[in-house]
């Protein structure tokens, strides 16, 4: 972008289109939204060349960056990544419309009915990390909710997020859905997430996503209401009761199948009564699949 009033001026202006699309949004069925979501899903994958093209461009300027591996996997989206992503999209749509739920009422002694229902909240910003998958996740779960979202992804992924959003945006003109739903916040600036932080007004509510120092940096800078999120600790758990041999590729699979991301296993925990019979094989099946474990005087030799 320009200098920081240019930037401050085309954020705004996106945060108005997204209040203007809220509002047409809301109304809409569950049908329409639906709809809507398929139609991103099978833009995706028909895009797929030139999501992955703009990904390979994020990905050698994170190489050149001296970027780590772990987060080079967690920016990477190859055909079979975007294809899960498309997929997870169609099951968001087959997911029960939350808008107009009824979760409690009443009725008065003089006829009157009180109901709380669900309805959505607006404009949602995201605010994320490196994972360009996210931009797409964040954009379809809001969709069905009935909220406008504005994505501010990293710069890492800035090529990515991009045109996963045109794509997405693009597929909205045959829907009922205005493409004004999905925005990407302008800008790679620190300043960009700033003046998102402070759109009172123009923003509802914003969502961090990411690590503990992104979560705090929101929370502590917004004047918008925040949906603080947690930083995480996957725990796996084995009981004495448990089928060891099962336990252990349980184990083996949430650290190993794919070690960049979130939910990957980051906490081990074995049952007392069957920590020394149950500990060294499954020390040992970490091991061989190159995982380093940390513990106390009870664990270590």
Not at 50 to 64: F, K, M, S, Y
């Amino acid at each position: 972008m320009g200098d920081s009033g240019d930037e401050a001026t085309a954020i705004r202006e996106v945060c108005l289109r997204a209040r203007e699309a809220s509002f047409d949004l809301s109304a809409l069925s569950r049908a329409r939204k639906d709809a809507a979501l398929r139609a991103i899903a099978d833009a995706l994958q028909a895009h797929a060349s030139a999501i992955v093209g703009a990904n390979a461009t994020d990905l050698e300027r994170a190489r050149q960056d001296g970027t780590s591996a772990a987060l080079i996997d967690r920016l990477a989206i190859t055909p079979e990544r975007l294809a899960a992503i498309a997929d997870a999209v169609r099951e968001v749509a087959e997911l029960p419309d939350p808008v107009g739920e009824v979760l409690r009422g009443y009725t008065l002694p003089n006829g009157l009915q009180i109901r709380q229902l669900r309805v959505p909240l607006g404009v949602v910003g995201m605010i994320y990390e490196a994972r360009p998958n996210v931009t797409v996740d964040a954009a379809a779960l809001c969709l069905k909710s009935g909220n406008a979202v504005l994505l501010r992804g990293s710069s890492s992924a800035y090529n990515s997020n991009t045109v996963l959003v045109d794509v997405m945006r693009a597929a909205l003109a045959d829907t009922d859905v205005p493409a004004d739903a999905i925005n990407l916040v302008p800008g790679t600036s620190h300043e960009s997430v700033k003046y998102l932080m402070t759109a009172r007004g123009l923003v509802d509510v914003l969502i961090p996503r990411g690590g503990a120092g992104l979560i705090a940096s929101v929370v502590e800078g917004s004047t918008v209401p925040v949906i603080e999120t947690g930083v995480g600790n996957c725990h796996v758990y084995v009981d004495q009761h448990a089928n060891q041999d099962m336990a252990i590729d349980i184990l083996v699979n949430s650290k190993t199948q794919r070690v960049s991301v979130c939910n990957a296993a980051e906490t081990f925990l074995v049952h007392e009564a069957i920590a020394e019979e149950f500990l060294p094989r499954a020390l040992a099946a970490l091991h061989d699949r190159g995982v380093t474990v940390h513990g106390d005087g009870r664990l270590a030799p």
